[in-house]
């Protein structure tokens, strides 16, 4: 473990959580204290029992806590903070192997399962991850009460603030600028290599919207990241974006599967098709879905009641628990029943190493688990830059 990297990095995510609750980073230090500090004699009792360099890690680590207002922040969304002596050993949330220095979290009680096949990681690596998540505004600090965030995520907060002072943001001018560079790179790269004939055409200036200006009122939902990214994002010179998969136009968006949960005046905007198949998935009325995490038909549990639609890659719904620039790719035929297709995490679409599958419509470019943070499905940026990959 690199121990002075990793002390850095646990102190800037301290200090973004300090700041962004409305203190100012001249008055961190004075209400700081160490593992050792806070835990006094119960925390010298492990001495023995702990590494150098985790001894030196806890040392000089910072956990602020200003004791006459009661404010004892949470280290960061995922995690609360270090663990109390008593339960340092046990077997849950963020474990961390002594002898490899490496680690993995267990936030749900399904990971613990068999938590030698998760993968670890070195504490640098998933502190370095949580610092990008923070810069990238993914993660975010607020203040008690007031502030920007709640005013535009009123939702994120709740009748309980579970991670005071973070907060989890579905969307941001980050996520955008990413997912459009993305598709820029994507669309420039395709067009650099087509046919002489059409070359002379995509050396013109680049047209920008895949949908018109001349229809941004028609279209019902807010302006979140789907609506976003429709008008500004760059119109390829060609139809096909994949094989059998075209992107969407104007006169392609009256015909939206889902049109009839669009409205302007709801907070969540319901699956919005980007690119879309000629070829339809249908649902067998045999089938019984029991929750969102029912991996054999599209991830639309509230939107049910339509049992035919375009198979493509679908924007998925919104809510305040899930980032909005999440996809699912809906097949028109189930694979991964013979245990050759995978997850990200190298899982079959059963969710296991061995070469039993299941057939799924939906676990195409999903990631699977990810050990540093809750579920979120693949990006849509994550897709792009998988194409973009194959492209050059």
């Keep these: 473990m690199n121990v002075e990297r990793c002390i850095s990095l646990h102190n800037e995510i301290v200090r973004h959580g300090w700041v962004g609750s409305g203190r100012s980073a001249d008055t961190l230090a004075s209400h700081s204290k160490s593992w050792f500090e ?7 009792a492990e001495r023995s029992n702990l590494s150098p360099g985790l001894i030196q890690f806890l040392e000089q680590v910072q956990i602020p806590r200003v004791e006459e207002e009661g404010f004892y922040p949470e280290f960061f969304y995922w995690v609360q903070g270090l663990s109390h002596p008593e339960h340092m050993f046990e077997f849950k949330d963020m474990l961390y192997d002594q002898k490899t220095n490496l680690c993995t979290l267990s936030l749900t009680i399904y990971d613990t399962d068999d938590i030698s096949t998760q993968n670890w990681y070195s504490l640098e690596t998933v502190l370095t991850l949580w610092l990008s998540q923070i810069r990238n505004e993914t993660i975010q600090a607020a203040p008690e009460k007031g ?13 309980y603030w579970e991670h005071a ?15 459009l560079d993305v598709w820029e790179k994507l669309v420039e790269a395709i067009e650099s290599r ?17 949908l018109d200006d001349n229809i941004r009122d028609t279209i019902d939902i807010p302006h979140q ?22 992107v ?8 939206q599967p889902f049109r009839s ?47 035919t639609y375009p198979s493509g890659l679908y924007l998925l719904p919104t809510n305040h628990r899930s980032l909005e620039d999440g996809i699912s790719f809906v097949l028109p035929y189930a694979i991964g029943g013979k245990g050759f297709a995978r997850r990200g995490d190298g899982t079959n679409f059963a969710g296991g190493e061995d070469s ?35 492209v050059e």
């Design 38 to 44: 806070v835990f006094g004699d119960e925390a010298e």
């Design 147 to 159: 502030g920007r965030l709640r005013e535009e995520w009123p939702e994120v907060f709740g009748e």
């Design 165 to 179: 002072p973070w907060v989890f943001v579905p969307y941001n001018e980050n996520m955008l600028k990413h997912n």
């Design 194 to 210: 087509m046919p002489a004939a059409s070359r002379s055409q995509a050396a013109e200036r680049p047209m920008y919207g895949l």
């Design 225 to 246: 990241c789907a609506y976003d990214f429709l008008f500004p994002a760059r119109r390829p010179r060609f139809k096909m974006i994949a094989p059998g998969l075209r």
């Design 248 to 255: 969407i136009t104007s006169s392609d968006f009256p015909e």
């Design 261 to 307: 949960y669009m409205s302007k005046d709801k907070e969540e905007v319901p699956p919005v098709l980007l690119f879309q198949s000629d070829l339809n998935f249908s649902e067998d009325p045999t089938w019984t879905p029991q929750s969102l995490d029912d991996a054999m038909v599209p991830n639309f549990f509230d939107y049910r009641d339509i049992k």
């Design 356 to 390: 039993r599958g299941k057939d799924s419509f939906t676990e195409l470019y999903q990631p699977g688990r990810r050990a540093l943070e809750e579920f979120q499905a693949q990006s849509l940026a994550g897709v792009l830059e998988s194409w973009l990959g194959m």
